[in-house]
């Protein structure tokens, strides 16, 4: 992944690629260790030395006073944020709205990214419903991270 900021007007002068610089006018809360490369005279790419983890908020800063290659000065800080994704479920197995599910089958759920299952088991429910009380009743159940064979089976049963 790469963060890229484009100015307005030319902030280096004309040179041939150069080399990827330790420093340059970003921060990044929380800090991010990378670096610079300016690509032409007005685009900078910060480079991250590892992906960003999931699930973080960052925000960038580009200080007032900052000049560009005329002398402009940047008047007023320039501040941005952005999110790296956060958990979502790609898959489920039994799909969505299934019927007639025994009360001792798997459920598989994936995910766009690793989670720890003991974090996806706060944030889970199960519940059974009962047509006779029109109410949804709770189901004890236990997470686990299944084995590449299990999930193939399941796979293989809802085809």
Known sequence: SKITVVFNQPMVPLQEVPADESTGPMTFEPPIAGKYRWMGT???VFLPDKPLPYSTQYTVKIPSGIKSVSGAVLQKEYVWSFETPRPKVTMRLPQDQAIWI???QKI????????????????TRMFEYDRKTNQNNPIAYTIHSPTSEEFRKAISIQR
């Open 102 to 104: 025994k009360l001792d």
């Open 42 to 44: 007005s685009t900078l």
């Open 108 to 123: 598989f759920l994936q995910y766009n990214q690793p989670v720890d299952s003991t974090n996806v088991a706060s944030y």
